[in-house]
């Protein structure tokens, strides 16, 4: 039976990647994403674990993206359900919807932080709108999110003074304002310095692990796919479906979809 | 004690001597940010005035702590510890453990300040004309460059991207033939009305005529065109132009050997220069519209207001007009292409941009209808 405090485990994720002991955190049931006519991802199904770090892989325009911005709820399936727990984010509505959005937080491929704000200003804004903290305690709580990322010097910064890589932290301390249990991540890496991309990396294994946040991470850098992924799931443009799933490590040695092991393996399109 | 667990909230905090002095702190529930208000009420009341030497929290009712949770304990520490007190987590659910790990007081002690540039008199007043200075600088290049490029332009017209100054000249122009025509029709009606009434005392309501026709022919059709344009186009133009810059597009120009100005501004301000009189005209029509509705409506007949329109009126009127238009159109393109190429980063810089370009457009349409103003009276127009 899962329960948060067992998420706080020190052993809790060794156990876990072995064999999940809880009901899924999130399940995608028979999805469809089309746009117009266009079908992009057909009738798919996977469930995600609380506490692991599942990414969602495949080469470009497969879907990835898309995928994540289904799952949390930006854009509505041609078919299937999302459930959180149970709870499906496509068919609710009003304050049940409010509620399922306010288990998960997201980071964006550019950040997406409040350019007229500071970064505290930034994490703030959830504490702001969903709790009744007095003043002195969101700020403390939004500085000790800053502090986890490794940003607690840069409180007042505004997001156009500090780099790509510390812009992306700063959106997972944001994401993470109001402790959700989930953290969505969208091309974490991109575009970072493989130093920069590695402690991006570690930020996420040393949340997963102390505080036993899932991930759901949308990303195609292969080193990074190795350093965090519990498990992956790889999608593929030509069938539109799950051509693979398991340990990134696993699929590149042992899958016998000549696709998959090319792309875990890097190599070029022949012919 | 905790509270009654009838009433019992999700979180809970207590607080009471500790033997011996201090304060002992009890915590319960579920420490989350949602839930933890009132335990952080109690924690300030019981650290409020002289600080404690010693704390001792008792966590062993705590069933799930996030990180906001975990702030209370923060809290407690960055205000006991630094006084030369201790404190003490006598029980603590042992999975929650790990997390007291995570953070170090000693990083919290000092309190948030928002962030605020002190500065004094004279180095705002240095500051201020530094950049006045800078802004100067910058306007001036703009002009000369625009110039040069608006030269060049005209000297080699296959140079000119004409389907950028087509799409411009429809977005801008044809599109905003509506609010032009709808604004002139009632500023002539007002204007028509507003004058007819005191008009009317002297027995001069015919007047009115002449007094709708001159104004708007001379100074109320370009002025108004133009004010709107500058609310509708000029800022469009600082908006797109601020967001290409903000997403290097501008730099992808200067990078493939284009200059922005040709490449972006050119085509506007020609397609400004063209569609400003031509709505101008739109404008003064709609307006003479409105005085021959009021005219109508105090009894005289179309013709008679229709004639005295026209006599009170002649090419020269329509034409000072029409050059006015002509120059407004330029600064409107022109300082609304500007602002968007002085555009910095962020999404807020886009929004500080196309504020700076309307403003900037109507107070240099003002000033140049002054000056308008002044040299058609030296030149008798």
């Not at chain 2, 004094?120 to 910058?138: A, F, K, W």
């Not at chain 2, 000249?169 to 599109?175: H, K, L």
């Not at chain 2, 409506?297 to 005295?308: E, I, K």
């Amino acid at each position: 039976m899962r329960t948060e405090d067992n998420l706080h485990h020190p052993f809790r994720f060794l156990t876990m990647t072995a064999h999940p002991p809880s009901p899924p955190i999130i399940s995608v049931r028979n999805f469809t994403a089309a746009y117009g006519g266009n079908v992009v991802i057909d009738d798919i199904s996977f469930d995600v674990f609380p506490g692991e770090v599942f990414v969602i892989l495949g080469g470009s325009g497969c879907g990835k993206s898309t995928m994540l911005k289904h799952m949390i709820g930006l854009y509505e399936p041609a078919a299937g359900a999302i459930l959180f727990e149970g709870d499906d984010i496509v068919t609710a509505y009003g304050t049940q919807r409010q509620e399922i959005l306010c288990r998960f937080g997201v980071m964006y491929q550019l950040g997406a932080l409040f350019g007229s704000m500071t970064l505290l200003e930034n994490v703030r804004v959830p504490l702001e709108e969903y709790t009744d903290l007095p003043e002195d305690a969101m700020n403390l709580v939004a500085r000790m999110k800053l502090d986890l990322v490794g940003l607690g010097e840069f409180l007042h910064h505004m997001p156009a003074e500090i780099s790509g890589g510390m812009q992306k932290r700063a959106a997972i301390a944001r994401a993470m304002a109001l402790d959700p249990k989930i953290l969505f991540l969208d091309e974490p890496s991109a575009g970072l310095d493989p130093i920069t991309s590695a402690g991006l990396d570690q930020l996420i294994l040393r949340l997963s692990r102390t505080l036993g946040i899932t991930f759901v991470v949308v990303t195609h850098e292969l080193p990074s796919i190795y350093t965090i992924a519990d498990r992956a799931i790889m999608l593929d443009k030509s069938v539109k479906k799950i051509v693979a799933e398991g340990k990134p490590a696993a699929l590149r040695d042992t899958s016998d979809n000549p696709w998959v092991r090319q792309f875990f393996n890097r190599e070029a399109e022949t012919g | 004690m905790p509270p009654a667990s009838t009433t019992r909230p999700p979180a809970w905090a207590t607080a009471g001597p500790l033997d011996g002095g201090g304060v002992r702190l009890q915590l319960g529930g579920r420490l989350t940010a949602q839930s933890i208000t009132g335990v952080w009420n109690v924690v300030e009341e019981a650290l409020r005035g002289t600080v404690p030497e010693r704390v001792v929290i008792d966590g062993s009712e705590v069933t799930y702590c996030d990180t906001a949770g975990l702030g209370i304990l923060m809290e407690v520490r960055s205000r006991v510890e630094p006084a030369g007190g201790t404190v003490d987590v006598a029980a603590w659910p042992e999975n929650l453990r790990p997390m007291l790990d995570l953070f170090d007081a000693a990083s919290f002690r000092e309190p948030v300040h928002p962030r605020v540039e002190h500065a004094r008199l004279p180095e705002e007043v240095g500051r201020g004309v530094v950049q006045l200075y800078r802004d100067l600088v910058v306007q001036l290049t703009y002009v000369g460059e625009l110039t040069a490029a608006l030269g060049a332009a005209l000297l080699r017209p296959h140079t000119i991207r004409w389907r950028d100054a087509l799409r411009t000249a429809e977005t801008a122009g044809v599109n905003a033939l509506p609010i032009v025509v709808l604004i002139g029709f009632l500023l002539g009606l007002i204007m028509a009305f507003q004058s007819a009434i005191p008009m009317k005392q002297f027995g001069a309501e015919i007047f009115v005529a002449n007094l709708v026709s001159l104004s708007m022919l001379r100074e109320l059709g370009p002025l108004m065109t133009a004010i709107v344009l500058a609310g509708r186009s000029g800022s469009a133009f600082a908006a797109e132009i601020g967001t290409m810059k903000v997403n290097e597009e501008v730099n992808a120009l200067v990078t493939m050997g284009l200059k922005p100005v040709n490449f972006l501004v050119v085509p506007r301000v020609l397609a400004a220069v063209v569609m400003t009189p031509l709505l101008t005209l739109f404008t003064c029509l709609a307006g003479l519209l409105g005085g021959i509705v009021v005219m109508l409506s105090l009894g005289f007949p179309f013709v008679t207001a229709y004639n005295q329109m026209v006599n009170s009126t002649d090419a020269v009127d329509l034409l000072g007009g029409l050059v006015k238009a002509f120059f407004f159109g330029i600064l409107v393109a022109g300082v609304g292409c500007m602002r968007g190429l002085e555009t910095k980063t962020g999404a807020s810089a886009v929004g500080d941009s196309t504020t700076r370009a309307v403003v900037s457009s109507i107070v240099l349409i003002a000033i140049a209808d002054g000056i308008f103003s002044v040299v058609y009276y030296f030149l008798g127009v």
